[in-house]
């Protein structure tokens, strides 16, 4: 696991788990304002506001949290602010792959990045489809590129000289 | 006060007053006298004055006269006088240019004597000049052309012999300047083959990439690629891509 990963957002561990990319992340600060712009207001129902605004996968998880029975609408607010926060210190993972993400793509990718990375951190996917397979990857400043396209120019750069003789007798 | 009484009262002053009175009467009498003389007195100076101014002109013309008859006399005497001496200086001016004539005409003949002996004088050295400069003419007319003569095939020999080391060194430099030639388009066909070589090599790899390419991006299937991803992630990992910031 990635030292470095921030270790004061761990509080909100139970929603960010379900955070898989900046997308989805960015769904969820979208309805933690709409919900801080209705915490105060009485004609607002924030329950309803939550299970319409968020994403599923957070909508039990930030109920649970956001209506305990003893909350303050002051330590609702404070909490909601501090999900800001700690939704705005995820790291992310940058990956271009060659194809429109599936869900299964997407599950498949995220394990293995709370696997093998950390828990913390959530992919931006982007499509470049020259890449033909396998993916090009950005984080923290570091890039690398291992993809199919990448592999078939450099195995036609090394056997250049075979494939010429190839085709001159064929020719 | 009353006059009268005050006369009345004292007969002396009526005498003095009768007697200034008198005085007075008198005065005023001998003042008329006075003045009547002194009018006699101006008259006649006046009268004398008028008679003096009428002598005063008579004298003037009579003056005027005289003045004109000296003048008449004068001017009469000065023209005789200017006639003599015109007749006198006619007499001369006669005898002077029968001299001064005669004068010119000895001066002209001693002149044309003179002229005459120094035109055959000049005549004679003329033709003795004329005799020598053209035989130092010739003389160095002969002389030059001997030495131009004598420069030009100088100055030819000296030009064949610079011709000659001309052509020879523009004949090297010509050789050299083709070969340079020669060697600048070989190298340019060299380099000309080369670019043209690595065009058509780049140009089938990117064919056969291409190719490739097509081929095999129609042939992998989401769980090919899901699979590829996480190969390359492996990887990644494997190249402590994902480590770095690890302390």
């Known amino acids: ?171 | 006060m009353d006059l009268s009484l005050f006369y009345q009262s004292s007969p002396f002053l009526l005498a003095l007053s009768i007697g200034i009175l008198v005085i007075n009467i008198a005065l005023a009498l001998v003042l008329v006298g006075i003045g009547w003389y002194a009018w006699r007195h101006l008259q006649k100076l006046e009268k004398h004055a008028h008679g003096e101014e009428a002598d005063a002109g008579l004298q003037a013309q009579r003056v005027l006269a005289d003045a004109q008859r000296q003048a008449t006399k004068t001017v009469r005497e000065a023209s005789l006088e200017a006639q003599e001496i015109l007749k006198s200086a006619a007499a001369v001016k006669g005898d002077t240019l029968r001299t001064l004539t005669q004068e010119i005409v000895a001066i002209s003949e001693q002149h044309q004597r003179y002229l005459k002996d120094a035109s055959l004088k000049y005549v004679e050295t003329y033709e003795h000049m004329a005799e020598s400069a053209q035989e130092e003419y010739l003389s160095t007319l002969h002389a030059a052309s001997q030495g131009m003569a004598q420069d030009a095939k100088q100055t030819l020999g000296m030009f064949e012999a610079y011709l000659k080391e001309q052509t020879v060194g523009y004949k090297q430099a010509m050789e050299k300047k083709i070969e340079e030639l020669r060697e600048e388009t070989n190298e340019y066909v060299n380099e000309y083959k080369k670019d043209k070589l690595k065009r058509v090599d780049k140009a089938i790899d990117e064919i056969i990439v291409s190719v490739a390419k097509h081929i095999i991006g129609h042939s992998i299937t989401v769980k090919e690629h899901n699979e590829l991803i996480l190969k390359a992630l492996d990887q990644a990992k494997k190249e402590s891509f994902f480590s770095h910031l690890d302390l």
């Open chain 1, 1 to 171: 696991m990635n030292k470095n990963q921030p270790s004061d957002i761990t509080e909100y561990e139970d929603i960010y788990a379900n955070i898989r990319t900046v997308e989805e992340r960015g769904a969820i600060l979208a309805g933690i304002e709409s919900i801080l712009d209705a915490l105060y207001r009485k004609d607002k129902d924030v329950p309803s506001l939550i299970e319409t605004n968020m994403p599923r996968a957070v909508v039990v998880p930030l109920k649970r949290n956001l209506l305990a029975n003893d909350a303050s609408l002051d330590v609702r607010k404070e909490y909601l602010e501090g999900l800001q926060n700690a939704l705005q210190k995820l790291q992310v993972l940058s990956l271009e792959i060659a194809f429109d993400p599936t869900e299964e793509t997407i599950t498949t990718l995220i394990n293995w990045v709370r696997k093998n990375i950390g828990s913390t951190v959530i992919m931006d996917i982007s499509l470049d489809r020259t890449l033909l397979a396998g993916g090009r990857i950005s984080y923290e400043g570091r890039y690398k590129e291992i993809n199919l396209a990448r592999l078939v120019e450099e195995v036609v750069r090394k056997q250049r000289n075979m494939i010429t003789q190839l085709l001159g007798n064929r020719n």
